[in-house]
């Protein structure tokens, strides 16, 4: 969503792995509700840890960019050439949406397609969709940010983000370990909420593209962030053993401190990375991640219709057929959009692309 001359080749990479991350979190959805502690349980518990902060980065790269961006203090353009393009194919793909769920699940009628088009504007009209309902926020907000952000020094960026962190992330993640009696005084509070919390990742990848972390070497962020994902996955299936069900808590994208420090780690160790790409190389990285915004619209319906239902259908072990989906989802969400981005107009409409 941003100028090819303000590209980063390691934002790309980051896109791109957060647009895997999330397709793979959807994919794994059916064996998470397997019976707790099978192998095939274990595995895609442990493949949504490392998933989870896919949805984290996305909101780190936006502000990483958008907030370093001087054209996003140009209201005409930050409406037309930004939130236009994120709105229309939003739009049409939420339609769609309304059709194929309706349709999958024999609901659609007249009737049932006007009210999921009535409570759009705060209710999504596909789970996976939630998302950009705080991204609107946040590039509608972009101008102000801006010009507030980069008048604050280095400083004051720290204690915004301190507040961020303690009140969103640290007292959160402290109620789930204290007796319940005293949850009340940790429990999140949703005036500190900041935009649903994700404020604090927008500004985040701004801060960390600015300053970053340099005293961290790549080695010291692989070992952090393998850490956090034992951590993770361990809680999670502890978690989810003692409610006799799949529990994600501790893989909430904001509560939980373990998964926000796993999204900086992984952020950081991509801004590391010495490339030494071709130019050709970049430019098909680059196209790849523009096409990432257009997969996140469509992936979930491919998962519903075609992937979901393999689960049933094929009989594969579930670990085998887990892999198949992702790729399955993966290929035909990639196909399907890079085909629309070849079509004039439709390319605008559907995957957010202006005519060359």
Known sequence: MVEKSQRIIYIDFIRIISMLGVILLHVSAVPLRDKIGTSSWHIANLLTTIATPAVPLFFMISGALLLHSRRTADLKYVWRHRILKLFMPFLLWSIIAILVYGRYKHTLTPQSFWQAIVAMPNV???EALWFMYPMF??????????????????????????????????????????????????????????VGGYLGYFVLGYYLRTYGLTKLKKWHLCLINCLLVLLVTLETYGASLQMHQY????KDYVQSLPILFLSVGIFLLWQKVDFNLSAR??????????????????????????????????????????????VIATTLSLSIIWIITKIPIVRFLLAGEYDR
């Open 247 to 250: 529990n994600d808590h501790f």
């Open 281 to 326: 190389t970049q430019h098909h990285i680059r196209s790849l991640a523009q096409l990432s915004y257009g997969v996140y619209l469509i992936h979930n319906l491919i998962v519903l219709v075609i992937t979901d239902p393999l689960y049933t259908w094929w009989h594969l072990p579930i670990t085998l057929q887990l892999s198949l989906n992702f």
């Open 124 to 126: 999504p009209t596909a």
């Open 137 to 194: 926020v946040l590039y509608i907000l972009s101008p102000i940010l801006r010009q507030a952000i980069t008048a604050l020094s280095q400083k004051m960026l720290q204690y915004f983000l301190l507040i961020w962190l303690i009140t969103n992330s640290v007292l959160p993640t402290i109620a789930t370990y204290v007796p319940q009696n005293y949850k009340v005084a940790f429990n999140f509070n949703s005036y500190w909420a900041l």
